[in-house]
């Protein structure tokens, strides 16, 4: 089964700060990993995925395959960067190809 | 490109009642998939359909069922509503091969009352 974790409901920072949303998933398979994001009044939005490596508005996330987890940071968070997060899970390749699994999302809140 | 447009936005619907929900792809995508997110909760995955085909289905009952065309639009059709089923119902769509790499819609509120 595909299970993701997110445990922080909300999220406050100050603006400036360094900011980090837990993810945490349970696959017995190869994962893909993924956070979308969702700003106010707008559609939910592909923000990176593990396997391109890649920094998109400052975001990094890096996958632990040790500890399960697919945490997504920023050094110094920008009141633009208030929105909901979801961390999601695919399968690469095997019967549960194309599904994603959500997690419950967490609110960030960059405070000026 | 206007994106993954999805139709009716809002609905109302009465339990017992039969509701279908429309969903047109982003331009150069021939995957669709569907999810339905209640309310504070993540998407859940309903199923996902590729070439006319139901490919991927995730833990719903069978009220729930789809159909894409060949268009690569698809839609979404539920039966005998229930009260839970009041949700937001997002479609995503991307090219076959790209895993979890979706655009999605803004969504449609399915309300059963």
């Given at each position: 089964a595909q299970r993701v974790t997110q445990p922080e409901k909300l999220l406050s920072v100050f603006k400036g700060a360094p900011v980090e949303l837990k993810c945490n998933y349970s696959y017995s398979g190869s994962p893909e990993l993924f956070w979308y994001v969702q700003y106010s009044r707008q559609r939910l939005q592909l923000l990176l995925r593990h396997i391109s490596r890649e920094s998109i508005k400052g975001f990094t996330a890096d996958l632990n395959k040790g500890e399960t987890s697919f945490h997504l940071k920023k050094p110094f968070a920008q009141e633009e960067d208030s929105a909901m997060y979801y961390c999601a899970l695919g399968a690469a390749?095997?019967?549960?190809?194309?599904k994603l699994t959500f997690g419950q999302g967490t609110i960030l809140t960059v405070h000026p | 490109d206007a994106g993954v447009t999805q139709s009716p936005t809002h609905l109302i619907k009465t339990r017992g009642q039969q509701v279908t929900l429309r969903c047109s792809p982003k331009s150069g995508h021939d995957t669709v998939s569907w999810y339905q997110q209640a309310l504070g909760q993540g998407p859940q995955f309903i199923f996902q359909y590729y070439e006319e085909e139901e490919r991927q289905r995730g833990n719903?009952?069978?009220?729930f069922s789809g159909h894409q065309f060949p268009n690569y639009s698809s839609e979404l059709n539920v039966n005998?509503?229930?009260?839970?089923?009041s949700a937001l119902y997002l479609c995503a769509s991307s090219p076959?091969?790209?895993?979890?790499?979706y655009t999605f819609g803004s969504g449609t509120r399915l309300t059963v009352v």
């Open positions: 390749g095997g019967t549960s190809y194309g | 719903f009952p069978d009220r005998a509503l229930l009260l839970g089923d076959m091969g790209k895993s979890g790499g």
